[in-house]
């Protein structure tokens, strides 16, 4: 099962919300240690493709698979469980909580202690909260926030607060990690940043899809482009080819292509 | 509780445990210096007053985890202490042999179990609906027990219960009662910080914040919910069971919506999603009808009908929500934490400007 290339794979997906089908038998696949970028114009389906990923959404009809595994009908829980796991295109920092506590949020579908362990500080459970503490650390040097460990999350400026959120993502060591619009929001200088994590993290082996409304970062760092529009995949290919396909210019600038 | 990510330390230990053990150190001696003085106005009797308090703090301390910390509110807690009462209440009347711990136990599981049951169902709801419905829950049960006749005693309830005793040392007077339920209420404190510290209380504070981003964190949100609840259900019925055996005997009055007020505003008083606030909380309003009885005592020519606290301690109930939402939403703990640095910060300015005058 591991040596299968495919990660993630999408196969007939349809979503109708009463008469409007948000996506149409939208089916591609993610294959380990890819970027892929899933683009489209507003209202496309990309979210609610995401969402139907994750469990918040159970799709009308189709089949999301992960590692060969049936993900659907899972809890969202479960599927960040597998190793599949998201950030959402607005922040979501949990209030009150200091960057190192968002983080250790993070590495709840590693480990495993309950309340009674928990409440009774039993041995393993106390071994676990190292082991968390150790691991949420860690991913906030990689996104350069260990500094400010003990700030309130939400009192960062907003663009380390997208920061935490990909870093909170990050502390469950996920397989695939589900971006939704990581740079909206952020001026050129961190989106260059986030350019260069994004592309370590692939180089590292972790497998990405991303939705993303910044062409430049979409095709400086995606392996390959998936194109909705109308919750149609009607594009598909390496960022060159996508971005010369009349069906993408017609979605995107709304005229006949020549 | 680590809120600030660095460790800040009291008496040698981790600031909560500290905390904790000033608290438990505190309330040891309270029983040394507490004498009811006779004549004077001072003739509260603290330590009965404060085994009251402690039989209300089993309760409140798991609805601070339920409300306070995972954010799902409920306003039906007295059914649950009341289940712990007549559970351990019925047994140990009509079953002598039976010893009272287990009657306490007992008590527990059943508000646990019933916890369970309910919970379940009852959880899918949020905000408003779960406050009906946990409304309606504590109505269901104080009918329950008023009308199950051949079981409760009805409107009389159950007289002649005999105190709490373990392995033949009978816990029968105030002052033994007093060290047995605040000794709990200590290690339910302990539970509580150990369980906000760790991976489970994130857990259940990132629910309360965002349940679709706790959920996508791989918190078990559904899960959490309903085992924090039967949690605080547990403990509601522990401190009812504590309640049943310490007053000797129960009726229906008791466990009626003005005590899941009660709860509820101990808890929004002390402070939300503060373990100290719960306690604090818990102290402030168990001291209110017996300080508001005395005040005749303190200032002549208060009216008679001011001193009858049960005719409108709802409305008093309801004045201290709403004062507290409005100004100190997170409760007399934090707001003296904050009184006391700002008394800080002021008397440091002072200082300074005397200083600096001294050197001109």
Redesign the interface.
Known sequence: MNDDPVLLDIDGVTKRFGGLAALKDVSFTVSRGEIKALIGPNGAGKTTLFDVL???LRPTTGRVALKGEIVLGL????I??LGM??T?QTI??????????NA??????R?S???VS????MPW?LG??KL?RREATRTLEEVGLETR????GTNLPYGQQRMLELA??LA?QPDILLLDEPAAGLNQYETGELSGLLTRLRDKGLTILIVEHDMGLVMDISDEVVVLDYGEVIARGTPEVVQNDPRVIEAYLGIEAE | M?????KKRLLGLDREYGILLVIVAFIFTVPLWSRPIPGSVLHMDIVNIMCLAGTYACAVLGLNLLVGYAGQISLGHAAFFGIGAYTTAILCTRLTWYPTWLGVLSGMVLAGVIGWLVGVPVLRLKGHYLAMATLGLGEIAFILFTQLKWLTGGTVGVLNIPPLSVFGFAFDSDLKFYYLVWAVVALILL??V??IR??????L??LH??E???????????HYKI??FV?STVLAGLGGAFFAHFQRYINPETFILSLSILFVTMVVVGGM?DIWGGLVGVIFLAFLPPVIQALPEWIPGIPEGLTNFGNYQLILYGILLIVFMMFLPRGIAHGLERGAAFTNRRYRLLADHVKARKYE
Do not use: W, Y
């Open positions: 994750t469990g918040i809890r969202p829980d479960q960040t469980d796991i998201r959402f979501q920092l949990f209030e009150g909580m200091t960057v190192l506590e250790m949020v993070g590495c709840h579908s480990t202690a309950g309340f928990c409440g009774f500080l459970a676990e909260e968390i460990a003990s700030e309130i909170r993502a469950s | 680590d809120r600030s990510g660095v539970f509580s150990n369980l760790s991976r489970v209380g994130r857990g504070r990132a914040s965002s679709i981003a706790a959920d996508a964190m791989g918190v078990p949100t559904a085992r924090v949690l999603g």
